[in-house]
């Protein structure tokens, strides 16, 4: 079974920039699998952030941008904020309806 | 504005059957996929399948087939889940989110979580 990962953890500096990965144990993500990726903080319900790759949903601020990294799913957060701390998921489409998500990455700003 | 409200928290037995509601309003119920995802506590995204409210056709995780069940009402734009043979492992907080159009296979708009707690 396919399964997708990511980072357990990472921190950034406030007004810096970091890069989360979201990857495949075995093979390369491509924008074939239509990446999308997730901000959930605690007690709250998960917000679309980023999906097919590098489209920004309704209301996401521009310091958060989608892409390929590589053989990986990439998010990038330029200029990081106190707010931006958060739980980050990816989501990977596997084709015939179904997809996996990433195990998440806690992002800690300090 | 679109709007996905999930019916309150439930306790169940073991062995028990669970059904979440999810009433959507604010766009057309029938053009948009609608996924379900849940997240035990302190763990992570799990997603659990996707139902097309126009034919009520279904897709499922792997893991879950046989015990989940989607299911819509056109008449009243609500969505259903319902698992059974619960066990310990099923108590987590479940999330309706619909699909993004064309790629309906993609969530943005979440619903609040409904909390099922499984317990003897």
Redesign the interface.
């Known amino acids: 079974q396919t399964v997708v990962t990511q980072e357990p953890s990472f921190s950034v500096s406030p007004g810096g920039t970091v890069t989360l990965t979201c990857g495949l144990s075995s093979g390369s993500v491509s924008t074939s699998y239509?990446p999308?990726w997730?901000q959930?903080t605690p007690g709250q319900?998960?917000?679309?952030l980023i999906?097919?790759t590098n489209t920004r949903?309704s209301g996401v601020p521009d310091r958060f941008s989608g892409s390929t990294l590589g053989n990986k799913a990439a998010l990038t957060i330029t200029g990081a904020q106190a707010e931006d701390e958060s739980?980050y998921?990816c989501?990977l489409?596997m084709g015939?309806?179904?997809?996996?998500?990433?195990?998440?990455t806690k992002l800690t700003v300090l | 504005q679109v709007q996905l409200v999930q019916s309150g928290a439930e306790v169940k037995k073991p062995g028990a059957s669970v059904k979440v509601s999810c009433k959507a309003s604010g766009y057309t119920f029938t053009s948009y996929y609608m996924h379900w995802v849940r997240q035990a506590p302190g763990q992570g995204l799990e997603w659990m399948g996707i139902i097309n409210p126009s034919g009520g056709n279904t897709i499922y995780a792997q893991k879950l087939q046989g015990r989940v069940t989607m299911t819509r009402d056109t008449s009243t734009s609500t969505v259903y889940m319902e698992l059974s043979s619960l066990r310990s492992e099923d108590t987590a907080v479940y999330y309706c989110a619909r699909g993004v159009g064309a790629f309906y296979f993609i969530p943005d708009y979440w619903g609040q979580g409904t909390l099922v707690t499984v317990s003897s």
């Open positions: 239509y999308s997730y959930q319900a998960p917000r679309t999906y097919r949903s739980d998921y989501m489409y015939s309806g179904i997809s996996v998500f990433g195990g998440g």
